[in-house]
């Protein structure tokens, strides 16, 4: 596979549940990115890892919990989540966050329902 | 505080130009980036200014002016598949690290 690919597509769960979100990027690149976006607001950034080690979480609410193990697999795990938390959750992926490099890939993101 | 303004909206031309405007307000700027989105699509990078001036790649510019807090997008030659929204964002550097902020983004229709 190439590009950056994120499972599963879409996802119905419960306030209760726990569930996880996938990406994997095949482009070589050193930084992950989380990103929501809701039905008019804003493009929001959740987390940036650059190297594995995490650069920014942008006030992000404790029941989403990012997971980076390599360069190439970000995960986010999903526990307890809202109803106002059911939105596109997009992964994205470029060489660093450094060094002005900044081009980002996209996967086609995961659409999350909470019920 | 930190804030991004841009248009809500607009039309154009195929064929003209059409220049999207972005201010922004923050305390550590760090640079600024400019996204393509097509409905029911994922973002596409277009574009990343971090020092005043003009930065071109074919028929997109985009503009950065760090003391006025402003930017522009510049797309030349509109085609029809140019309509899209257009996405403005600021790379803020605070003490605790980095934060990127997004406007809500300017939808562009390209009429014939």
């Known amino acids: 596979e190439t590009g950056v690919t994120q499972t599963p597509r879409h996802l119905v769960m419960g306030m209760t549940n726990k569930k996880s979100l996938k990406c994997e990027q095949h482009?070589?690149?050193?930084?992950m990115y989380w990103y929501k976006q809701s039905a008019k607001k804003p493009l929001e950034l959740m987390f940036v890892?650059?190297?594995?080690?995490?650069?920014e979480n942008n006030s992000v609410p404790s029941r989403f919990s990012p997971e980076c193990p390599n360069s190439s697999h970000l995960f986010l795990h999903l526990h307890t989540l809202q109803p106002e938390d059911s939105a596109l959750y997009l992964c994205a992926s470029s060489q660093d966050v450094r060094g002005g490099n900044y081009e980002q890939y996209f996967g086609p993101g995961t659409r999350l329902t909470v019920t | 505080g930190q804030n991004i303004d841009q248009p809500t909206e607009m039309t154009a031309t195929e064929g003209a130009i059409v220049q999207i405007n972005c201010t922004y307000q923050?305390?550590?700027?760090?640079?600024l980036f400019w996204y393509q989105q097509h409905a029911g699509e994922a973002p596409t990078f277009l574009s990343y200014n971090v020092l005043d001036g003009l930065e071109e790649k074919g028929r997109f510019s985009s503009f950065l002016s760090r003391s006025k807090g402003y930017s522009y997008l510049l797309l030349k030659e509109l085609q029809m598949k140019d309509s899209a929204s257009y996405l403005c964002?600021?790379?803020?550097?605070?003490?605790?690290?980095?934060?990127?902020?997004f406007g809500a983004g300017t939808r562009l229709f390209v009429k014939a």
């Open positions: 964002a600021v790379r803020d550097l605070y003490t605790g690290g980095f934060k990127t902020i």
């Open positions: 923050t305390s550590g700027f760090n640079g």
């Open positions: 482009l070589g690149h050193n930084a």
């Open positions: 890892y650059n190297f594995k080690e995490q650069t």
